[in-house]
């Protein structure tokens, strides 16, 4: 079993930065994709940004592509999410999650996280 905590979330101006952290226990993170996932009011939960278990694939839905950068630390049982040039479309509730592969849809993913909220005010 994996436990995901995430921290980082916050309120922040349009064109801001925030740092997402997704902590994990156990010892098998290291063997899980880490895929970042958001929430916003009255939408459906969407994929943002994957990262394989060797940190030698990432994947960004179009619209945060030159903007975030997923990276993780198999070591420190850690992974995270940058957020630059953050946009007022980018409020919503952030939730990290583990699968086996990396993947885009959020059945597919095993464990989550509790999710941290991002604000981005215009």
């Known amino acids: 079993q994996v436990q995901l905590v995430e921290s980082g979330g916050g309120l922040v101006q349009a064109g801001g930065s925030l740092r997402l952290s997704c902590a994990a226990s156990?010892?098998?993170?290291?063997?899980?994709?880490v895929g970042w996932f958001r929430q916003a009011p009255g939408k459906e939960r969407e994929f943002v940004a994957g990262?394989?278990?060797?940190?030698?694939?990432?994947y960004y839905t179009d619209s945060v592509k030159g903007r975030f950068t997923i990276s993780r630390d198999n070591f420190k049982n850690t992974a995270h999410l940058q957020m630059n040039s953050l946009k007022p479309e980018d409020t919503a509730v952030y939730y990290c999650?583990?699968?086996?592969?990396?993947?885009?849809?959020?059945?597919?993913?095993?464990?989550w996280g509790q999710g941290t909220q991002v604000t981005v005010s215009s």
């Open positions: 999650a583990l699968n086996r592969h990396l993947a885009t849809a959020s059945f597919e993913y095993d464990y």
């Open positions: 156990g010892r098998t993170f290291s063997r899980y994709a």
């Open positions: 990262i394989n278990w060797s940190d030698t694939t990432t």
